[in-house]
T-cell receptor
Framework: NAGVMQNPRHLVRRRGQEARLRCSPMKGHSHVYWYRQLPEEGLKFMVYLQKENIIDESGMPKERFSAEFPKEGPSILRIQQVVRGDSAAYFCASSPSAADTGELFFGEGSRLTVL | LAKTTQPISMDSYEGQEVNITCSHN???????ITWYQQFPSQGPRFIIQ???TKVTNEVASLFIPADRKSSTLSLPRVSLSDTAVYYCLVGGSSGTYKYIFGTGTRLKVLA
C-alpha cells in the first residue's frame, strides 16, 4: 500500500523558468493538500483540493502559483517564473475525507532550488 | 485556529522519558490536539491525537488536563532515532488542513 508519492524529489530551476511538482495521494484518498516549508521553519498551508475542485487556496500566493487535481492523474502544483524566494520544500498530504479531525498523510516532499 | 506555544528545543538521553508540553490557551470547544513528528528531509508523520484526558498508542501518550489549555506529549524510553522536530497542532472545528505548523520542538536524543 504505497504512501503519498511526490516527484520530483529535487528540482533545480533558473529564475524565470517554470516548476511543476506532482503528488499522487494514497489509494482511496480524494483530498489533497499542499504545504511549503522554508529552511528551519514550520510548514505553511497553501491549497486544499478535491478531485477537479479547488476547495481552499487561501494560503497560495495570488500570482505565479496554481494547483490542480484532475479527475485522472496526480495533483500538480505549478510555479511560473520562479524566483529565488520560491526555493523551499513543498509537501503534499492526503486524507480519505475532509481532514476535520483525522490525520494527514504526508509525502516525502519536493525540494525546489532556484538559481 | 488556536495558536500553540511549545519549547524550541530539548535534549534528552537514550532510555529516558521525554515530555513535551504545548500551550494552547485559545483552544475551541470542538478542536482536537494533534502531534506530528518530522525527521530531516522527510514529511511530517502523525503521532497521536486526542480531545481530552489521556490517549495512548504504541508510540506515545498524550495528556490533556480538564481545561484543555495545554497538552503534554510523552515519549517513553527515547532512542537516538527519536531525534526529530515535534509539532503540536490544534484544530478541527474549522478545518484541520489549515493546521499551523509552527517551528515545533527540536528534540535531540544523546547517547
Amino acid at each position: 500500500n504505497a504512501g503519498v508519492m511526490q516527484n520530483p524529489r529535487h528540482l533545480v530551476r533558473r529564475r524565470g523558468q517554470e516548476a511543476r511538482l506532482r503528488c499522487s495521494p494514497m489509494k482511496g484518498h480524494s483530498h489533497v493538500y499542499w504545504y511549503r516549508q522554508l529552511p528551519e521553519e514550520g510548514l505553511k498551508f497553501m491549497v486544499y483540493l478535491q478531485k477537479e475542485n479547488i476547495i481552499d487556496e487561501s494560503g497560495m500566493p495570488k500570482e505565479r502559483f496554481s494547483a490542480e487535481f484532475p479527475k485522472e492523474g496526480p495533483s500538480i502544483l505549478r510555479i511560473q517564473q520562479v524566483v529565488r524566494g520560491d526555493s523551499a520544500a513543498y509537501f503534499c498530504a492526503s486524507s480519505p475525507s475532509a481532514a476535520d479531525t483525522g490525520e494527514l498523510f504526508f509525502g516525502e516532499g519536493s525540494r525546489l532550488t532556484v538559481l | 485556529l488556536a495558536k500553540t506555544t511549545q519549547p524550541i528545543s530539548m535534549d534528552s538521553y537514550e532510555g529516558q522519558e521525554v515530555n513535551i508540553t504545548c500551550s494552547h490557551n485559545n483552544i475551541a470547544t470542538n478542536d482536537y490536539i494533534t502531534w506530528y513528528q518530522q525527521f530531516p528531509s522527510q514529511g511530517p508523520r502523525f503521532i497521536i491525537q486526542g480531545y481530552k484526558t489521556k490517549v495512548t498508542n504504541e508510540v506515545a501518550s498524550l495528556f490533556i488536563p480538564a481545561d484543555r489549555k495545554s497538552s503534554t506529549l510523552s515519549l517513553p524510553r527515547v532512542s537516538l532515532s527519536d531525534t526529530a522536530v515535534y509539532y503540536c497542532l490544534v484544530g478541527g472545528s474549522s478545518g484541520t488542513y489549515k493546521y499551523i505548523f509552527g517551528t515545533g520542538t527540536r528534540l535531540k536524543v544523546l547517547a
